[in-house]
Nanobody, 124 residues
Framework: QMQLAESGGGLVQAGASLRLSCAAS????????MGWFRQAPGKEREFVAT????????DYGRSVKGRFTISRDNGKNMLFLEMNSLKPEDTAVYYC?????????????????WGQGTQVTVSS
């Protein structure tokens, strides 16, 4: 069973930046495509970003493309999400997830392991 633990969330003003981290344990991160999703109150879970095994290929949700960057450090078993130019509509609980699809994927149902989430709140 893979364990994922997110950190780095918080309360920031619009326009600020945050860096989320996701620490993996029990299984090596390098064996999984990884992704970030988010869920705001009353809304469905939304795809944010995904990255392949090596970190050489990434994809982003339309609402964050150009502002967020996903990256990984397989040697440290860590996944990251750099978030810039944050907007109030980015407010949500952010989750990292691991999938057996080596290329990563934007579909939540294809992920096998999920973290508990970290809250990001952006004030206007």
């Amino acid at each position: 069973q893979m364990q994922l633990a997110e950190s780095g969330g918080g309360l920031v003003q619009a326009g600020a930046s945050l860096r989320l981290s996701c620490a993996a344990s029990e299984r090596p991160l390098r064996a999984y495509g990884m992704g970030w999703f988010r869920q705001a109150p009353g809304k469905e879970r939304e795809f944010v970003a995904t990255i392949d095994l090596s970190g050489g290929s990434t994809d982003y949700g339309r609402s964050v493309k150009g502002r967020f960057t996903i990256s990984r450090d397989n040697g440290k078993n860590m996944l990251f999400l750099e978030m810039n130019s944050l907007k109030p509509e980015d407010t949500a609980v952010y989750y990292c997830a691991a999938t057996g699809r080596s290329s990563g994927t934007g579909y939540a149902y294809e992920y096998d392991y999920w973290g508990q989430g970290t809250q990001v709140t952006v004030s206007s």
